[in-house]
Antibody, heavy 119, light 109 residues
């Protein structure tokens, strides 16, 4: 069974940092591109970042560029999101989502981890 | 880039058909056949219902269908059922960028 489990969310003050993790199981992690997608409370989905299978190519939404860093450790079946200089508007549930190998879509999502940025 | 444009809400009675539109530009929806539709129930993660404009993953009921004309994609649900009540999001995917629509709340009356 394919599973993605996020962790690392919590309450942080504006300007602070947080590191999210996403542990994968049930598939060969290194064969798939993975994205981070977030959803502010009561709002829609927003793409955050994309990393290729090897980790050599990385892309970010303009809203997080320069502040967030995506990375992966294929040996640990894990994806990470280092979030620095956090802002109130970064408050959201953060999902990791697997990109299907053949279709241009997310075929599996984690349950999400809530990040709250507040003083 | 701006989010894709969806109606905020649609509604229908059980058994009826509804269509949700998703309007973008020639740089996203109109330029790529990588439009997906996701269903999200409250407190749950999204779930893909349609991918690559008009393809259904296994397990998705046949009453869900997708199409595209120019810069506008559409999701049609035929024979509405109560369990279809949820939020629906379109997306346009490229390997370097993903755009989502603002979401449409479907109410089954």
């Amino acid at each position: 069974e394919v599973k993605l489990v996020e962790s690392g969310g919590g309450l942080v003050q504006p300007g602070g940092s947080l590191r999210l993790s996403c542990v994968a199981s049930g598939f060969i992690f290194s064969n798939y591109e993975i994205n981070w997608v977030r959803q502010a409370p009561g709002k829609g989905l927003e793409w955050v970042s994309h990393i290729t299978r090897s980790g050599r190519a990385i892309y970010y939404a303009d809203s997080v560029k320069g502040r967030f860093t995506i990375s992966r450790d294929n040996a640990k079946n894990s994806l990470y999101l280092q979030m620095n200089s956090l802002r109130v508007e970064d408050t959201a549930v953060y999902y990791c989502a697997r990109v299907n190998a053949y279709w241009s879509t997310y075929d599996y999502w984690g349950q999400g981890t809530l990040v709250t940025v507040s003083s | 880039q701006s989010a894709l444009t969806q109606p905020a809400s649609v509604s229908g009675f059980p058994g009826q058909s509804i269509t949700i539109s998703c309007t973008g530009s020639s740089s996203d929806v109109g330029g790529y056949n990588s439009v997906s539709w996701y269903q999200q129930h409250p407190g749950k993660a999204p779930n893909v219902m349609i991918y690559d404009v008009n393809n259904r993953p296994s397990g998705v009921p046949h009453r869900f269908s997708g199409s595209k004309s120019g810069n506008t994609a559409s999701l049609t649900i035929s024979g509405l059922q109560t369990e279809d009540e949820a939020d629906y999001y379109c997306s346009s995917y490229t390997s370097t960028n993903v755009l989502f629509g603002g979401g449409t709340k479907l109410t089954v009356l």
